[in-house]
């Protein structure tokens, strides 16, 4: 993983994560990072607000599988969701304005 020196303290991170957690080393291997390699590097440089993309054409929709879930398995998400609040997908011509952010 790569060394963050740049950018501590942003408002902001737009950050590729072109490949799935699991796939670190090929993600390596091609010179790109995975959404939880994106995810740590906004943590780590302390942004306010991450954004993912450049995903892989095989990620061609996002899952939703909440529905599916039993009632302990919601509480363990809605846990992990805390902690990534401030983290968002983006998508071919998202447009986002700073006042928009909560």
């Not at 995975?34 to 607000?49: E, F, H, S």
């Amino acid at each position: 993983m790569m060394h963050v020196v740049e950018g501590q303290n942003v408002n902001v991170l737009i950050h590729e994560s072109k490949l799935e957690t699991g796939l670190e080393v090929y993600a390596s291997q091609m010179r790109h990072c995975t959404m939880a390699q994106a995810i740590d590097v906004g943590y780590r440089i302390n942004a306010k607000y991450t954004i993912l993309w450049h995903f892989s054409r095989r990620y061609a929709k996002v899952l939703f599988l909440s529905e599916t879930k039993n009632d302990d398995e919601r509480q363990q998400d809605e846990k992990q969701e805390q902690q990534y609040d401030n983290v968002s997908i983006s998508y071919d011509l998202l447009r986002i304005h700073l006042s928009d952010l909560p």
